[in-house]
């Protein structure tokens, strides 16, 4: 019986409906308020040692951009890239607090983040200071390097000195000679 089960079950995977994916994960999220939160010890990443938020508004053009412009082999991923437009229209800009990323849409946003630093849309907030900075100094230091290797570190801090980033890099170029 299993033999002919299986037979005449042969039907092909159904092919990933992305729209029907991004409906089904904005279902699943709680409306997104004014602000964003973009960075928070809550999301685990250890170099930041700072909150930044983002008003919905101001992230949206980046956000319909991005998801038009951008696609990753990853589906789940794409989906929240593809939802992340429609979650920021929707925001309740009467609630005046900020609301948190889900995973995947932090996953889609997490590079961009000196992006929206440097254009002044974030606002950075000093978990020393315990206030928001207005100026964020961004640097590299301990630039090392030669040939097809290079060290360096980026670092960023408040006014009092206070580090608010900090990631060292390594790049090796791997030439074939
Ligand atoms: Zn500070």
């Not at 037979?7 to 997104?32: I, M, S, T, W």
């Not at 992006?115 to 002044?120: C, I, L």
Request: proline letters at 4%.
């Amino acid at each position: 019986m299993g033999f002919f089960k299986n037979l005449f079950n042969n039907k092909q995977e159904p092919e990933f409906d992305l729209e029907k994916a991004v409906g089904a994960y904005l279902l699943k999220l709680p409306r997104c308020n004014k602000d964003v939160v973009i960075v928070d010890p809550k999301y685990g990443d250890t170099h930041y040692t700072c909150k930044i938020k983002v008003a919905a508004a101001d992230l949206l053009p980046w956000a319909e951009d991005h998801a038009a412009n951008v696609c990753s082999s990853d589906k789940e991923e794409q989906a929240a890239r593809k939802a992340l437009p429609l979650w920021l229209r929707g925001a309740q800009s009467s609630i005046d607090s900020a609301s948190f990323l889900p995973h995947l849409m932090y996953e889609v946003l997490k590079v961009h983040i000196l992006d929206f630093v440097r254009n002044g849309t974030a606002k950075t907030f000093c978990l020393e200071c315990q206030s928001i900075v207005a100026d964020v100094q961004i640097e590299k230091i301990n630039k090392k390097g030669g040939g097809d290797w290079a060290w360096w570190t980026d670092v960023w801090k408040c006014p009092q000195g206070h580090q608010l980033y900090y990631q060292e890099h390594e790049l090796r170029l791997h030439v074939h000679r």
